[in-house]
């Protein structure tokens, strides 16, 4: 079983608690894209040649790239590996990027099952966390990637921030 993680490192902005490596410059995104392609065609002997059953893009927000974008990543892949027809693609996402168009692209494109920084779902800790979203588009994002065929979704939440306790009883108010 053969599986290629690509990693986007761009977001719109800093979350508080991320450590992970990632930039804010939106500038060079299809800079990178047009790398990982160059090395997805000079990597394409090292799994010699192993059929696919799992592509995941993570970050950063890979929910950051265009349709063109994407689509150009996953054609590169196409066109150099062999893809399990029952493969999981999986894309990170933050809800706020998740709109109606959107899934319908990335479900277009073959993107089966999503990831989602939720982080929270108490509107004052996602503003600490300096999060894009609220409540409401979180759940929302669920709801509508459900309804266009993504059923496949997990999503990231954070315990243990210095406004929480074991009992949720100091999470901030």
Known sequence: MAGIYIHIPFCRKACTYCDFHFTTNL??????????????????????????????FGGGTPSLLSESQLNQVLERLHANHSLNPNAEITLEANPDDLSSEKLKTLHSLGVNRLSIGIQSLNDNLLKWMNRSHNR??????ISEARSIGIENISVDLIFGTNFQ????ATELE
């Open 27 to 56: 500038s060079r995104v299809q800079d990178l894209v047009d790398a990982i392609c160059v090395e997805i065609d000079i990597q394409k002997e090292y799994l010699d040649r192993s059929e696919l059953s799992s592509i995941y």
């Open 165 to 168: 306790d074991r009992d949720l």
């Open 136 to 141: 409401q588009q979180a759940l929302a994002s």
